[in-house]
């Protein structure tokens, strides 16, 4: 019989917003998984349970707890947040897996910032979009530029994720100079802080305004297309549907 491991995406934390599926998953567990941030986040339902957690950076000896605790015939669930393959876990796991063939790993998907963050400000990704992460941990900022740069001539909505921490202060400011040299300054902007948390904060402003504001690495970053605008104080990207008024 196969080991099993749920790879669960707790969406922004609080259970509301958890999918039926991840609850189930994380109520299915004998032993659940995470960085201590996200284990913090779900409250009483779960306290009965075995919780092992580790530092932020230890994403491989995360992964490989999981293995070890499924190999001794505990149903293992390894949190994460938002979506588990959304910046998640679950590519580095099934990588991983390989290792193991005798467990079985299910992904459960889980609410997304670049949704649960649409939500607060309005209807942002009414129409195409693309995520960035501004996150050079693991990605050249090269190439993190090369992307900005591809989005913004696409005419994208963009949606940045990771877009400070307190070695990167200064990339959100960098790379809204390289869209405002594709875009107009009044482009609208909004972001969202500690989505569905404690202290969830939304703001709306211009690409030229979103170059000098301070945010932290919970928030997420929301860059309009064209298109977008402002509507009874919520952020809207039409989808081009027409109507007789």
Same mark, same amino acid.
């Given at each position: 019989?196969?080991?099993?491991?749920?790879?669960?995406?707790?969406?922004?934390?609080?259970?509301?917003?958890?999918?039926?599926?991840?609850?189930?998953?994380?109520?299915?567990?004998?032993?659940?998984?995470?960085?201590?941030?996200?284990?913090?986040?779900?409250?009483?339902?779960?306290?009965?349970?075995?919780?092992?957690?580790?530092?932020? $950076?230890?994403?491989?000896? $995360?992964?490989?707890?999981?293995?070890?605790?499924?190999?001794?015939?505990?149903?293992?669930?390894?949190?994460?947040?938002?979506?588990?393959?959304?910046?998640?876990?679950?590519?580095?796991?099934?990588?991983?897996?390989?290792?193991?063939?005798?467990?079985?790993?299910?992904?459960?998907?889980?609410?997304?910032?670049?949704?649960?963050?649409?939500?607060?400000?309005?209807?942002?990704?009414?129409?195409?979009?693309?995520?960035?992460?501004?996150?050079?941990?693991?990605?050249?900022?090269?190439?993190?530029?090369?992307?900005?740069?591809?989005?913004?001539?696409?005419?994208?909505?963009?949606?940045?994720?990771?877009?400070?921490?307190?070695?990167?202060?200064?990339?959100?400011?960098?790379?809204?100079?390289?869209?405002?040299?594709?875009?107009?300054?009044?482009?609208?902007?909004?972001?969202?802080?500690?989505?569905?948390?404690?202290?969830?904060?939304?703001?709306?402003?211009?690409?030229?305004?979103?170059?000098?504001?301070?945010?932290?690495?919970?928030?997420?970053?929301?860059?309009?297309?064209?298109?977008?605008?402002?509507?009874?104080?919520?952020?809207?990207?039409?989808?081009?549907?027409?109507?007789?008024?």
């Amino acid at each position: 019989m196969k080991h099993k491991i749920y790879i669960v995406g707790m969406g922004p934390g609080k259970e509301e917003m958890m999918t039926g599926e991840a609850v189930y998953a994380l109520e299915q567990a004998d032993i659940i998984v995470g960085y201590t941030t996200y284990l913090h986040l779900l409250g009483e339902h779960f306290r009965e349970k075995e919780l092992r957690a580790t530092p932020m $950076r230890q994403e491989e000896k $995360r992964c490989r707890i999981c293995f070890e605790e499924a190999e001794k015939g505990k149903t293992v669930a390894l949190l994460c947040s938002g979506d588990a393959g959304i910046y998640g876990m679950a590519s580095l796991m099934l990588e991983i897996g390989r290792e193991y063939p005798q467990t079985e790993l299910l992904v459960i998907a889980g609410v997304t910032a670049a949704s649960s963050g649409a939500a607060v400000l309005g209807a942002p990704l009414g129409h195409d979009f693309c995520t960035v992460s501004l996150s050079d941990l693991l990605t050249p900022w090269e190439t993190i530029e090369k992307r900005l740069r591809a989005a913004a001539e696409g005419d994208f909505v963009i949606v940045l994720y990771n877009p400070s921490s307190h070695k990167r202060k200064e990339y959100l400011k960098r790379a809204c100079d390289i869209l405002l040299s594709h875009v107009e300054g009044d482009r609208v902007c909004g972001y969202v802080e500690n989505i569905g948390r404690a202290g969830t904060r939304a703001e709306l402003c211009t690409l030229t305004e979103l170059r000098d504001r301070q945010v932290n690495m919970f928030t997420t970053v929301f860059i309009g297309n064209s298109e977008s605008e402002v509507i009874g104080g919520r952020f809207v990207t039409k989808r081009g549907y027409r109507w007789e008024e």
